[in-house]
């Protein structure tokens, strides 16, 4: 059976005694279809990143719990009842990938390292770039446009020299 967790968000006004029922009636749904409750847990009330609307106004906090099951694949319409219990704010089911899908070009992303900041500083140089990291770019160059700084990838600082028709 696949591994899942289920994010449970509950409206702050929510009850302990509450929020527990939910969570009990999540677990017997999972275990009455031959699934299995691994851990449950609670966040606590938690500021949430956006205000959510609900029929009785919005909401800024919410109560989150963490049910890790493994289960049928059945278990996303087993849960579709969630919609309709007032006391949610959201629930979210996610779906635990095992390690093989954790990898990175054939190696574990555990074994993958990042080079040292020191060795990708200064970036390369770009192609056709003379001066390296600072080259200056002609108006006429790649993108197109004529001379004068019309429509280049870059113009010169030359074109926004005062009295230019660039500066006005």
């Known amino acids: 059976m696949p591994a899942y967790e289920v994010l449970v968000m509950a409206k702050a006004a929510v009850q302990r005694g509450e929020l527990v029922d939910v969570v009990r009636g999540l677990a017997q749904r ?11 847990k609670s966040y606590g009330t938690v500021r949430l990143a956006y205000d959510v ?15 890790e099951v493994n289960a049928p694949a059945s278990l996303a319409q087993q849960l579709e009842h969630l919609n309709k219990d007032e006391r ?12 093989r899908w954790m990898t990175w070009r054939g190696e ?12 990708m500083w200064p970036p390369p140089a770009l192609p056709g770039a003379a001066a390296g990291f ?10 197109g446009g004529g001379g004068g ?6 113009a010169p600082a030359a074109d926004y020299a005062p009295g230019s028709r660039m500066a006005n």
């Open 30 to 40: 999972v275990i009455k279809d031959g699934g299995v409750v691994m851990a449950v």
């Open 53 to 67: 609307k609900k029929r009785d106004g919005w909401h800024q906090q919410g109560q989150v719990v963490q049910v």
């Open 88 to 99: 949610l704010l959201r629930w979210l089911l996610l779906k635990r990938r095992p390690k």
């Open 108 to 119: 574990a992303m555990q074994s993958a390292t990042m080079p040292p900041p020191q060795a």
């Open 134 to 143: 600072g080259a200056r770019v002609p108006a006429n160059a790649a993108l």
């Open 149 to 154: 700084g019309g429509g280049g990838v870059a």
